[in-house]
């Protein structure tokens, strides 16, 4: 029999996902759009938080594995490739082998330095992104004309269409997120928390610190990467931008909003970031400064994010 609090935990992820699965059908194409953008941005926060709420290292290089996903994607689909699971997987491939390299040059760093180093390893993808002119189409982009469809049932599915579009971001975005869970709630999550609290003890009894770093930035960047592709699919482009620091920024911003110590914390946050500018760009352009005031108080009464302090104050056995 499942526990009264496994049922606890277990009904608030339902319900969202319930609520995810029916919000196309009832709200306006335009915000059907942004509900796939908050999803793919909250798969990337929810896969930078394995760094930062779990393994206590702060990267500010994030967008140059979601940018190798974005940029595998569209080169693929330009070549004439519409084999959808191919192209997810040569972009996670892209992704996992560039943060294998920058993860082993950064993780014996710690705090400020492994966050610098990752900024620097950032701004190389970007300046390479940029000025790769044959391959990236330098600042204007890989623009992507056609997208792949899929056999269902019988018939071909395909993506030109919002709602088409929305659903296969929740499908992917829903299987990242619960092997991302899966990972977390193993033995490896385990390790990896122990390593955040006291690397030292780790390494004490036997644990190879540098290794298991480097695996958890891997499966990041792995993560990373496939919200790349679902990006460039949404966007229909890569650009350079994505390897941007000011792109990085972003899930450090969002998992901050949301909370770094709660799993699903990213995401709200994600959410919560984009309805705050979809309303302030209303009523000015300079959207940024107003989103920078309201994120003050937030960040000053939320101590433990929005999600993760208003969980904790109403459901203290919610889902960790």
């Not at 290794?211 to 960047?221: H, M």
Request: glycine residues 10%; contains cysteine; aromatic residues 16%.
């Amino acid at each position: 029999m499942m526990s009264s609090t496994r049922r606890h935990n277990l009904l608030g992820p339902a319900v969202l996902c319930l609520v995810l699965l029916m919000a196309p059908l009832f709200i306006p194409t335009y915000w059907t759009m942004i509900l796939s953008e908050i999803l793919i941005m909250g798969l990337m926060a929810i896969s930078f938080n394995l760094l930062l709420g779990y393994t206590g290292l702060l990267s500010f290089g994030q967008g140059a594995f979601f940018g190798m996903g974005a940029y595998s994607a569209a080169l693929m689909l330009q070549a004439g490739y519409q084999n959808l699971l191919l192209i997810l997987l040569v972009g996670i491939l892209a992704a996992l082998l560039a943060a294998l390299i920058v993860g082993f040059f950064s993780v014996r760093l710690d705090e400020i330095f492994f966050a610098m180093i990752t900024l620097g390893f950032g701004m190389l993808f970007f300046s390479i992104a940029h000025n790769w002119l044959d391959v990236t189409g330098g600042s204007d982009g890989l623009p992507v004309f056609t997208l792949p469809s899929v056999k269902f049932f019988g018939s071909e599915l395909t993506f030109y269409t919002p709602i088409n579009m929305y659903y296969l971001v929740f499908t992917l975005v829903l299987v990242g997120i619960i092997l991302l869970w899966l990972i977390v709630h193993s033995p490896f999550g385990l390790i990896l928390t122990s390593l955040r609290e006291n690397k030292q003890r780790v390494a004490f009894i036997g644990g190879n610190v540098k290794i298991l770093r480097v695996v958890a930035f891997a499966l990041s960047g792995a993560f990373t990467g496939l919200s790349g592709v679902l990006f460039c699919l949404f966007n229909n482009m890569a650009t350079p931008e994505f390897m941007h620091w000011s792109f990085s920024a972003k899930p450090v911003i969002m998992s901050i909003i949301g909370g770094t110590g709660v799993f699903l914390g990213p995401l709200f946050g994600a959410a919560i970031f984009f309805v705050l500018e979809q309303v302030i760009i209303q009523f000015t352009e300079n959207w940024m400064l107003f989103l920078g005031i309201v994120l003050v108080p937030i960040v000053l009464f939320f101590p433990q994010g929005v999600f993760g302090t208003l969980r904790n104050r109403f459901f203290k056995q919610g889902v960790k």
